[in-house]
């Protein structure tokens, strides 16, 4: 089973991401399961979704403590969020971020194995003129990770968003996808 967990603020789409990715990988024909924890309901709070997906069916029911894969779609929580507690050895953490790797690093408590990063910010900017950054920092979690294509994420995000705003959100995914940088650690 490959566990992921999604860290943003309210309003950004964290949820929305956990539900795609889930959908994604659900058209490759995986068992998933995607849901979001809320502490202080409002806009601009840390937000924390997960997304579980597996070859077999999932009975686990509770939060994930310990992922396989982190995904930081806002920068500013590496400086109050431990976003890698729990990380398994070997685990990838996915950044939307226009900093360097070095910068990205200093700011984690545990080095994972792969470090992706991406400016999701500019990239959704660029093609949906909104700071909206859940459909781009998909691309970045199939390139980085491969646990879905890029083709059902951007299948899985058009059956969310329709027409012209579904496309823009497809592209913002594969724009990311060709711009994130993988680095193994």
Do not use: C, W
Request: hydrophobic letters at 45%.
């Amino acid at each position: 089973m490959i566990e992921i967990r999604f860290h943003g603020r309210g309003g950004q789409g964290a949820v929305t991401a956990a539900n795609i990715l889930a959908s994604a990988a659900f058209l490759e024909g995986k068992y998933v399961q995607a849901f979001p924890f809320f502490g202080v309901e409002r806009r601009g709070a840390p937000v924390t979704a997960f997304t579980r997906i597996d070859e077999k069916p999932i009975r686990i029911k509770t939060q994930i403590y310990e992922p396989d894969i982190v995904v930081v779609l806002d920068p500013s929580l590496l400086d109050t969020v431990d976003v890698t507690a729990g990380l398994k050895e070997g685990g990838t953490v996915i950044v939307n971020t226009e900093k360097s790797k070095e910068e990205v690093l200093e700011k984690l408590k545990k080095k994972p194995a792969k470090l992706a990063l991406v400016d999701a910010t500019t990239i959704a900017l660029d093609v949906l003129g909104l700071p909206i950054t859940n459909t781009a920092i998909l691309g970045a979690v199939a390139k980085a990770t491969g646990v879905v294509t890029l083709e059902h994420v951007q299948k899985a995000i058009k059956d969310v968003f329709s027409g012209t705003l579904g496309e823009k959100n497809a592209k913002a995914a594969e724009e990311s996808f060709n711009k994130t940088v993988v680095y193994e650690l």
